[in-house]
């Protein structure tokens, strides 16, 4: 103290200035402290502090001294948590097992325990919130908040007791809609310590940046001597930036790559049984121009795939054709332009424009075509069919949807553009049925070769879009325009007279006026998460859910801000679970989506049942 009081004494060496300086800072990082514990301590009470701890009424020293150790939540972070965890026990679109329920239950635990502390550090920062807590804590006994704290934490285990056993029985609602197993209740009970592990390192995870964002602004302010509030914005801003840097480069980006490795591998990997196809019809073989170990995997089977000549016979009642089969691989060219003037050639070369079809697939993300999509057209067409596709990734959709869009929107219209090209060459009487087809990512994709639906109506003869994303651009221009009256799960544009939404074939003979060929249709269940998950499901209640439910989707399911968004995220990984006809299953409905872009001379519903049931739907 005597050093001190020499320094500050001392002429001409400013020590005046100095000790005030310390002085004001110690005081101003102890009322900051005192905010601090104000905002995050569950209890706080002039001249007393009531924690879970050591220093509560309730409890005996020897209990305190272990209850010391426990976490402390924030009461609103834990309210609001409660509720977002409580409510994602609600069903969705897809059936969910325990472990799925668990992490959609974690998730939502979390975000809302974050968003609680948000709201109560920014209604903390007013004059007005803060005299009105100040009145309610000095009038509050001392023995209240404790028991409060208490009550919280058992009324907030019942609930999810509660709401777990609830949740049982909606999600064997769910599951007895589209007819699979359903779960059990003490299976289900599962779900509740799996979220209560996800949200609890979500929980911490946060604190473990407001801890780092607490010690940057502490250093920022003694050091730099920055003043309190500005210390504190520059040490958030810091730590959020370097955080979000650490993740996107150790994360993100490593993941990534490691993604990208690991389905590189898969791609050049051969299916079991899948041999290089010996006909020139198929590309892979012997004569083609495009070599069997560029085609990937995908690419290698769908060229090795298909039915036999006597099927196609059988199925179409009438003189088959062996069908022609044209792919171009990611390693096959080195860009979408170049892969399209490759299966042009490759098209030039097999006869494929001679055919009575000739259809576009833009893939999927692995460059993956379901076998009933192919099969189907083949067998109603009797083989007199050329169907050719590219692929651009070999990351799986949900993946490629992410990192891939561009690219499959680019390959979507270089192929087409291709092909539309040498067909407009062709005399008019002599150019094959341009027929347009994408699931999924691919439909995307394929969606992006035209401006509008007119213009996908004057350039081909009939457009498949199969399963689309909520983000393709027409699909949502013609949703959003929609007939009054019509859901947006079944959608009626225009009296149905140039596009039609369907979920079953029967689905697209209403209405029941004119329908204008080309023909454009769009296959898409009430029950698919691929179709109406969007990022603006946080904060918007959708139409399909402000609308009478789809067939498939039960009454309980509804919108709720931040939840619905994670319960639909997830789904969009189950989506393939369920059976054909529910989620991201259309094998069952391939058969009326070909046949409503047009039928074979003499058609009819007996030749329908025939080909479904040798498809086996």
Do not use: K
Request: hydrophobic share 45%; no cysteine; glycine share 10%.
């Amino acid at each position: 103290m005597a050093d001190r009081e020499t320094r500050t004494t001392a002429p001409g060496t400013g020590g005046d200035t100095d000790s005030r300086t310390d002085t004001e800072l110690d005081t101003e990082f102890q009322r900051e402290f005192e905010e601090e514990l104000e905002h995050h301590h569950l209890w706080h009470r002039e001249g007393a502090r009531h924690h879970f701890g050591g220093d509560s009424p309730l409890l005996s020293p020897r209990i305190a001294a272990l209850v010391r150790y426990v976490p402390r939540a924030h009461p609103a972070g834990f309210v609001l948590g409660t509720a977002f965890a409580l409510i994602s026990l609600t069903p969705s679109l897809i059936p969910r097992d325990y472990l799925f329920q668990g992490l959609a239950t974690g998730i939502s635990g979390g975000l809302g325990y974050g968003l609680g502390v948000a709201f109560a550090w920014l209604l903390g920062r007013t004059a007005r919130w803060t005299r009105l807590t100040g009145r309610v804590q000095r009038a509050t006994p001392q023995w209240f908040t404790p028991g409060t704290w208490l009550v919280l934490v058992v009324t907030a285990l019942v609930a999810l007791l509660w709401m777990l056993l609830a949740g049982a029985a909606w999600q064997r609602q769910v599951a007895a809609l589209m007819g699979i197993d359903q779960p059990t209740t003490d299976g289900w009970l599962r779900a509740g310590p799996v979220a209560i592990v996800i949200a609890g390192l979500i929980v911490g995870f946060g604190r473990g940046v407001r801890w780092l964002a607490g010690r940057a602004a502490d250093l920022l302010r003694r050091r730099a001597h920055l003043p309190a509030q500005v210390a504190t914005v520059v040490g958030t801003v810091l730590v959020v930036v370097l955080v979000a840097t650490v993740i996107d480069a150790l994360v993100l980006r490593t993941g990534l790559r490691a993604a990208d490795a690991a389905f590189s591998a898969t791609n050049d990997q051969t299916y079991p049984g899948v041999v290089a196809p010996a006909s020139p019809l198929r590309s892979g073989s012997p004569a083609s121009l495009v070599r069997w170990d560029t085609l990937g995997r995908e690419g290698q089977d769908f060229v090795a795939g298909g039915r036999t000549l006597a099927d196609l016979g059988a199925a179409s009642g009438r003189a088959p054709v062996p069908p022609i089969r044209a792919y171009v691989g990611l390693m096959s060219a080195s860009g979408p332009e170049q892969r399209a003037a490759l299966a042009v050639a490759e098209l030039e070369r097999t006869g494929a424009f001679q055919r009575s079809v000739l259809a576009l697939v833009t893939t999927t993300g692995t460059g993956w075509i379901d076998d009933p999509v192919a099969d189907s057209l083949e067998m109603i067409w009797g083989g007199d069919t050329a169907i050719v596709a590219t692929q651009y990734s070999y990351l799986p959709s949900w993946l490629s949807f992410v990192v891939d869009r561009s690219r499959a929107e680019a390959e979507g219209r270089a192929l087409f553009d291709a092909v539309h090209a040498r067909v407009e060459q062709l005399p008019p009487d002599r150019r094959p049925r341009l027929l347009v087809f994408g699931e999924s990512l691919g439909s995307q994709g394929s969606e992006a070769a035209f401006s509008s639906i007119d213009e996908a109506r004057a350039e081909a003869d009939g457009v498949l879009w199969v399963g689309p994303p909520n983000s393709n651009r027409l699909h949502a221009a013609l949703t959003a325009r929609r007939d009054p009256g019509s859901p947006a799960v079944l959608p009626v544009v225009d009296g149905g007279r140039d596009v039609r939404f369907g979920s079953t074939a029967e689905d697209l003979t209403r209405p029941a006026g004119v329908w204008s060929p080309p023909h454009v249709v769009y296959l898409q269940h009430a029950s698919d998460p691929i179709v109406w998950w969007t990022p603006t499901l946080l904060w918007h209640r959708p139409d399909w859910l402000a609308e009478p439910r789809g067939r498939d989707v039960s009454e309980a399911v509804d919108w709720y801000p931040v939840v619905t968004f994670w319960q639909v995220t997830i789904d969009l990984t189950n989506s393939l679970s369920v059976p054909d006809g529910h989620g991201h299953q259309y094998r069952e409905v391939m058969v009326g989506g070909w046949l409503a872009l047009g039928t074979p001379p003499g058609w009819t519903d007996a030749d329908t049942q025939r080909v479904a049931g040798m498809l086996g739907v």
